[in-house]
């Protein structure tokens, strides 16, 4: 197998893994609120005062597990592991101008995200009343975070496998972004613990 070969079933792996971090998310997110939904219309079908306690109960009891948590990383995950144990090594053409104005692109839809990722948590501790405050499970605060640093990942992983020389530096600049969507559910849940602390 000649390299041009073995560089194009590399770049093939490695979009299969970003797909895997783009939508193994959404698909579960999706599907935990489908089941949430029937819990909740299975729970109200005899009283339909029982909202808020059906609710709740639904959210304690159907919640993503660990693996589903870590099941969008895997496909990233193993790539890099093998990319490792047969030291692979491809480097892109990233000087050309449509390359440049591509990744800037997705920088910014990236910021976007992460963006999106910072607000959700944040918005759900500041928007509710104090006694609707109580019904908020710590894990909804990770939810959109989870899935927002999911998606930045894609194009790091793209930057790790294909850019070894580190010359996408815009690609770069987005670890610093997702560190900061990982710190906002933790504030969000600081606020959370001091609103209910101080009845506020």
Not at 60 to 89: D, G, H, M, R
Not at 131 to 151: E, G, H, K, N
Request: with cysteine; proline share 4%; glycine share 2%.
């Amino acid at each position: 197998m000649n390299t041009q070969v073995k560089q194009r079933l590399f770049i093939t792996f490695v979009a299969l893994a970003m797909l895997g971090l783009l939508a193994i998310g959404i698909k579960t997110l999706a599907s935990e609120s489908d089941a949430r939904s029937i819990a909740l219309a299975e729970c109200m079908k005899d009283n339909f005062q029982l909202f808020e306690l059906c609710y709740r109960k639904t959210n304690q009891e159907i919640s993503p597990s660990f693996f589903n948590y870590i099941s969008p990383f895997l496909p990233a995950t193993l790539l890099l592991w093998v990319s490792w144990l047969f030291k692979l090594s491809f480097q892109l053409e990233v000087d050309d101008r449509q390359s440049k104005s591509i990744r800037k692109v997705v920088f910014y839809i990236g910021c976007f995200v992460a963006a999106l990722g910072c607000f959700f948590p944040l918005y759900i501790v500041l928007e509710k009343t104090l006694d609707r405050l109580a019904s908020v499970l710590i894990y909804q605060l990770f939810l959109m975070p989870w899935l927002a640093v999911s998606w930045l990942c894609a194009p790091l992983l793209f930057q790790r496998l294909l850019d070894p020389e580190n010359r996408m530096v815009e690609f770069i600049k987005l670890k610093k972004v997702a560190l900061v969507v990982l710190v906002a559910p933790l504030v969000a849940t600081v606020l959370m613990t001091l609103r209910q602390a101080l009845s506020i």
